[in-house]
């Protein structure tokens, strides 16, 4: 996550640029072996189960760089406190930025802002990873990072600079 911050504005960037383009590696690479049919000498000389065998491959290489690609979400969330509103935006790799519930932008106002809370998750081999969460009045919320990550000391050290920014109380 990237911070930018001055005397009267936080802004939070949170774009997946390495799982773009690692999603987009395998787009490409499944397009490549399922493009083999198509210029390879070698393919009439295949077996069934090896041509199969080598559709499949494309077709996992293609389906997981889209999978990848496509559910990575970027977040831009603003905190401006001379109008006193925060706003966030959300994207994926093929779509407009949107808001939350689908808008444009989804928008805030600062005072509604409550808790800011670090949410404890596990990855697929049981290590911890971590995401920012804002608590807004109404018990509505906004992921302030859409993917989580790994490293629970500069998640608690982005968590401070909100919260400091926001005025919030420090939370355990």
């Known amino acids: 996550m990237r911070i930018i911050e001055t005397d009267s504005r936080l802004v939070l960037r949170d774009v997946p640029r390495a799982l773009w383009l690692f999603g987009l590696v395998f787009v490409a690479s499944g397009l490549f072996v399922l493009s083999v049919p198509l210029w390879a000498p070698e393919w009439r000389g295949f077996r069934i189960w090896e041509r199969l065998a080598v559709l499949a491959i494309g077709v996992a290489h293609l389906g997981g760089g889209l999978l990848t690609a496509g559910q990575a979400r970027a977040t831009v969330t603003e905190f401006d406190r001379v109008r006193g509103r925060g706003s966030q935006r959300i994207r994926r790799l093929w779509s407009r930025w949107r808001g939350v519930r689908g808008h444009e932008s989804t928008e805030f106002a600062l005072a509604d802002a409550r808790v800011l809370e670090l949410v404890q998750s596990k990855d697929g081999d049981g290590d911890p990873m971590y995401r920012l969460k804002l608590w807004l009045a109404g018990s509505e919320s906004l992921w302030l990072q ?27």
């Open 146 to 172: 859409a993917q989580a990550v790994h490293g629970e000391a500069a998640v608690r050290e982005h968590a401070e600079r909100v919260r400091r920014f926001l005025r919030l109380d420090a939370q355990p």
